[in-house]
């Protein structure tokens, strides 16, 4: 068992603690799953606004001439579609056309890209990266120690940071970001989140996170704002169909296996693993991510096994609760002939075979 006082600690530890977060070892940090609970705290997303301390999230810094062609070269989305102001989703390709991580890439200029990766990946994106950048002008550095990451999510939230920051925050489109201050403090703002909410991201100093934190928590309070934890986290981006990677997606599951053709750009040209994509592009995929529901009150967790006729057919990769829709949702990856929805299937879950259908996906979309 990793010891506390091993762990890493974010800017905002202190915060948490104060608040009387419970506290768990995610990925190495010292992180709060919840403040007064999963339910609550996610209910609040939903209809008001949670602040969540992401400043665990590993930043890695592409500048050079040849910054956007490399990225072209290992991620599988269409650099050179953004332009400066602008971010997208992509992933960082293995040579089977499976995911080293999935990432968010900004463009901050011409040569100069601020690359968004999972906290638990960063040491390996940055060092496969690395290796990856020989032989093109560029330089890539992990940055993921200058920053504090904080993100303000659900329809209040524009209301809530509206007041603090000095920019036009009404006019941003989703995907794109600005520097601006909040409360005097030169940040980056993205219009950007994992919970399927409108929202931002705030990107500061880390020595001024706590100020960031404690700003935005009193511009929110007469909003209902409340801190969200990393238990809410995982069921909001779960009922929005937003990949886990290391359950839902990984080194061995291919982006169109994951349902994540819309992120797979073959027209752009040659770049790492689109061979494999093209051909399962010509020849189709044997087995796709999609969700479903199951029928009793036993909840489906990662892990456990489906079966389809009553043969095995792959494990639950997510499954939980899920609290806005009051519903017991999940994720899993089902062979060719098992994707539309309406198909029944079988989740064991402790020893009993339960039955579950598949369901469309998202589980939740927002109002417009």
Same mark, same amino acid.
């Given at each position: 068992?990793?010891?506390?006082?091993?762990?890493? /600690?974010?800017?905002?530890?202190?915060?948490?603690?104060?608040?009387?977060?419970?506290?768990?070892?995610?990925?190495?940090?010292?992180?709060?799953?919840?403040?007064?609970?999963?339910?609550?705290?996610?209910?609040?997303?939903?209809?008001?606004?949670?602040?969540?301390?992401?400043?665990?999230?590993?930043?890695?810094?592409?500048?050079?001439?040849?910054?956007?062609?490399?990225?072209?070269?290992?991620?599988? @989305?269409?650099?050179?579609?953004?332009?400066?102001?602008?971010?997208?989703?992509?992933?960082?390709?293995?040579? @089977?056309?499976?995911?080293?991580?999935?990432?968010?890439?900004?463009?901050?200029?011409?040569?100069?890209?601020?690359?968004?990766?999972?906290?638990?990946?960063?040491?390996?994106?940055?060092?496969?990266?690395?290796?990856?950048?020989?032989?093109?002008?560029?330089?890539?550095?992990?940055?993921?120690?200058?920053?504090?990451?904080?993100?303000?999510?659900?329809?209040?939230?524009?209301?809530?940071? =509206?007041?603090?920051?000095?920019?036009?925050?009404?006019?941003? =489109?989703?995907?794109?970001?600005?520097?601006?201050?909040?409360?005097?403090?030169?940040?980056?703002?993205?219009?950007?989140?994992?919970?399927?909410?409108?929202?931002?991201?705030?990107?500061?100093?880390?020595?001024?996170?706590?100020?960031?934190?404690?700003?935005?928590?009193?511009?929110?309070?007469? /909003?209902?704002?409340?801190?969200?934890?990393?238990?809410?986290?995982?069921?909001?981006?779960?009922?929005? =169909?937003?990949?886990?990677?290391?359950?839902?997606?990984?080194?061995?599951?291919?982006?169109?296996?994951?349902?994540?053709?819309?992120?797979?750009?073959?027209?752009?040209?040659?770049?790492?693993?689109?061979?494999?994509?093209?051909?399962?592009?010509?020849?189709?995929?044997?087995?796709?991510?999609?969700?479903?529901?199951?029928?009793?009150?036993?909840?489906?967790? /990662?892990?456990?096994?489906?079966?389809?006729?009553?043969?095995?057919?792959?494990?639950?990769?997510?499954?939980?609760?899920?609290?806005?829709?009051?519903? @017991?949702?999940?994720?899993?990856?089902?062979?060719?002939?098992?994707?539309?929805?309406?198909?029944?299937?079988?989740?064991?879950?402790?020893?009993?075979?339960?039955?579950?259908?598949?369901?469309?996906?998202?589980?939740?979309?927002?109002? =417009?």
């Amino acid at each position: 068992m990793t010891n506390e006082q091993e762990l890493r /600690h974010t800017p905002l530890h202190r915060a948490h603690v104060a608040a009387g977060a419970r506290m768990v070892e995610f990925a190495g940090w010292h992180m709060p799953v919840q403040y007064t609970g999963v339910v609550d705290e996610h209910v609040a997303v939903r209809t008001r606004a949670g602040l969540f301390d992401v400043s665990h999230m590993g930043e890695v810094l592409v500048t050079g001439k040849e910054a956007q062609g490399y990225l072209q070269h290992v991620t599988c @989305n269409d650099v050179s579609k953004l332009v400066p102001g602008r971010i997208h989703y992509s992933g960082l390709m293995t040579p @089977n056309g499976a995911f080293v991580d999935d990432l968010l890439i900004y463009k901050m200029g011409e040569e100069y890209f601020f690359v968004v990766v999972n906290a638990a990946n960063t040491a390996k994106d940055f060092a496969w990266m690395s290796d990856r950048a020989k032989g093109y002008d560029v330089e890539v550095a992990d940055a993921s120690a200058d920053w504090a990451q904080i993100a303000l999510q659900g329809p209040r939230s524009l209301e809530i940071l =509206k007041p603090l920051a000095a920019a036009d925050l009404a006019s941003m =489109k989703y995907y794109s970001f600005v520097r601006a201050d909040v409360d005097s403090v030169p940040c980056i703002v993205s219009r950007t989140g994992y919970t399927g909410e409108d929202g931002f991201e705030i990107y500061s100093p880390p020595d001024a996170g706590e100020r960031i934190w404690y700003a935005v928590l009193g511009s929110g309070a007469p /909003h209902g704002l409340v801190p969200v934890g990393l238990g809410a986290r995982d069921t909001l981006r779960l009922e929005s =169909k937003m990949a886990l990677y290391g359950n839902d997606i990984d080194a061995t599951t291919t982006a169109l296996e994951a349902d994540l053709g819309w992120i797979v750009k073959l027209e752009k040209g040659p770049f790492v693993g689109s061979d494999v994509l093209a051909r399962q592009k010509e020849e189709g995929i044997q087995r796709k991510l999609v969700g479903f529901e199951t029928e009793g009150r036993a909840v489906a967790r /990662h892990g456990f096994p489906a079966f389809v006729g009553g043969r095995p057919a792959g494990a639950v990769t997510s499954g939980s609760f899920a609290p806005f829709l009051r519903k @017991n949702i999940g994720l899993v990856y089902l062979p060719d002939g098992s994707w539309e929805p309406g198909t029944r299937f079988e989740v064991e879950i402790r020893g009993r075979r339960e039955p579950a259908v598949v369901v469309p996906t998202p589980f939740y979309k927002r109002p =417009k």
